[in-house]
């Protein structure tokens, strides 16, 4: 009878696992600042079709009430019903699914009236810095109010 030999299993050395991990260190490092700013860009593409929603919501809610919400009132009136006993008795809220969302940078949403352009009001981020004004993914982004 014939005694097969067995292989002796053989791993990877330290050297080649360092040198597979450079490279994906390398990959990464071309790769890496790419996605990122595609990252940044789709934040600005999220805060602008969210403002869209408000937009819409509001709209909707001008159309019901026979009027924009007031400045003070903010945009907690599409969740919440207004204070006075005209509109509430006219709100057919809430005009939002859930809360009214925070932009993509975690901070609240803005309501101004007027807004730019001939807009009655206005619905807009400021950007990722959180500062009105800016450049880049700091711009403010939305309906501007009048004077942006």
């Known amino acids: 009878m014939k005694v097969r030999g067995y292989r002796r299993m053989r ?7 360092l040198v597979v991990l450079v490279i994906i260190g390398l990959i990464a490092s071309l790769v890496g600042p790419r996605l990122f700013s595609r990252v940044d860009s789709s ?3 999220v805060a602008e079709t969210q403002t869209r929603l408000l937009r819409g919501a509001i709209e909707t809610y ?3 009430v026979g009027r924009l919400p007031t400045a003070e009132e903010g ?14 008795a006219r709100w057919r809220g809430p005009y939002l699914d859930e809360k009214v969302p ?4 975690g901070n609240p949403y803005q309501y101004a ?8 009001f206005a619905i807009y981020s400021f950007g990722a810095d959180g500062k009105a004004g800016g450049e880049g993914n700091d711009a403010d982004v939305g309906f501007l109010p009048q004077g942006q």
Request: glycine letters at 8%.
């Open 62 to 64: 001008r159309l019901e």
């Open 113 to 120: 009236i007027p807004g730019r352009d001939g807009m009655p």
């Open 43 to 45: 934040k600005v593409q």
């Open 11 to 17: 791993g990877f050395t330290l050297l080649e696992m």
């Open 75 to 88: 945009l907690a009136v599409l969740s919440t019903a207004p204070a006075d006993d005209r509109s509430r």
């Open 102 to 105: 925070a932009d993509p940078w």
